[in-house]
């Protein structure tokens, strides 16, 4: 199972577009350049941490295609110390080339509230699971925590033969406010994908993610900015086999170095008059997408994307980068 998961999630080695006659792509220079990307640290080797790079490189100390934390959580947008495109094409150094990064999980897990029923004081709601890979059924196994405001719980299950399954949660219903489904699928000790769902606990429906708070986490700390006001009374670290609440001042708090090969999904409560709210981040902060725009706009350049497998704290993802050579009549 793991050697067909790890085979599929190669997949073709090499997709080319367009492929015009006459059109010489030059793949072994893209090759090149993202393996480059991928085995230097860059320069200096621990911007991940802070400050910008001078020479451009994304792995961590250790094996081949293993890479450092803070430096891909640093490509997504959405973090406040995240790079800008030219930082990276600067950093880079080849003038000529254009790209964009994008950094996925191996496989996908969706999460969607099937059924909710109140019982007394309490509601028991019923969720779907879902596991696939490139859209083929992927049976795993499963950990779900569910959390509203400073309350946790946890669950095992499993996805079947054709990718799907489910599970319950019973909450109080006197810890109102919005409530997330936290979930972990494994196939294979470093095979794992995770899928956070926010749902409405006796409460109204959840706000837009980043109503409240930005959630950045960078060299093993959260950094919170609060955007809705409020305060924040709860922080948690779920990863696929521990918990555990967060110290900090409401501002920034430390997370800790986990040992299982997971990802870490960072989850923030608060409250702002009446609302109890959550907000919530993975890290590394996986999925993201940065740089140029490969666009149809372009298809008169020469576009070839080029993914691989690397490994970022035990767990593996996809990272594929696009590359696009302006011609000289683009």
């Not at 090149?32 to 910008?52: D, F, H, K, V």
């Not at 779900?144 to 949660?169: C, I, L, N, Q």
């Not at 919005?178 to 109204?204: D, I, M």
Request: aromatic share 10%; with cysteine.
């Amino acid at each position: 199972m793991i050697i067909m998961v790890i085979g599929a999630i190669y997949g073709v080695n090499l997709a080319v577009e367009p492929y015009m006659a006459g059109q010489s792509v030059q793949l072994e220079r893209y090759h090149q350049i993202g393996r480059c990307m991928l085995l230097s640290p860059g320069e200096p080797g621990g911007w991940g941490a802070g400050g910008a790079p001078t020479a451009l490189g994304f792995a961590a100390p250790g094996g081949a295609y293993e890479l450092d934390i803070d430096k891909v959580t640093r490509l997504n947008p959405s973090n406040a110390y995240a790079l800008s495109y030219f930082q990276l094409w600067s950093a880079l150094g080849i003038g000529d080339v254009a790209f964009r990064i994008r950094v996925d999980m191996p496989f996908n897990l969706t999460l969607s509230l099937a059924s909710s029923q109140l019982q007394g004081d309490n509601t028991t709601y019923t969720f779907n699971a879902s596991t696939n890979l490139r859209g083929y059924p992927l049976p795993a196994d499963v950990r779900y925590y569910v959390a509203v405001r400073d309350f946790t719980d946890s669950k095992r299950g499993e996805t079947g033969s054709d990718g799907s399954g489910t599970v319950e949660f019973s909450l109080p219903n006197n810890l109102s406010g919005t409530a997330l489904l936290v979930g972990f699928a494994r196939v294979g000790e470093s095979v794992v994908s995770c899928s956070v769902l926010p749902f409405a606990h006796s409460s109204p429906p959840p706000e837009a993610p980043g109503s409240f708070a930005t959630l950045s986490p960078l060299n093993y700390t959260l950094h919170i900015a609060l955007t809705g006001g409020g305060s924040v009374t709860n922080a948690a670290v779920l990863s696929l086999g521990y918990v555990f609440n967060l110290t900090g001042d409401g501002a920034t708090y430390t997370v800790p170095h986990l040992l299982d090969a997971s990802p870490m999904v960072l989850v923030l409560t608060g409250v702002n008059g009446s609302d109890h709210w959550a907000e919530w981040v993975t890290y590394p902060q996986v999925p993201l997408v940065v740089g140029a725009d490969m666009s149809d706009a372009y298809a008169i350049s020469d576009v070839a994307s080029v993914p691989y497998l690397v490994e970022v704290k035990g767990v593996l993802y996809r990272f594929e980068v696009r590359f696009r050579s302006p011609r000289e009549d683009d």
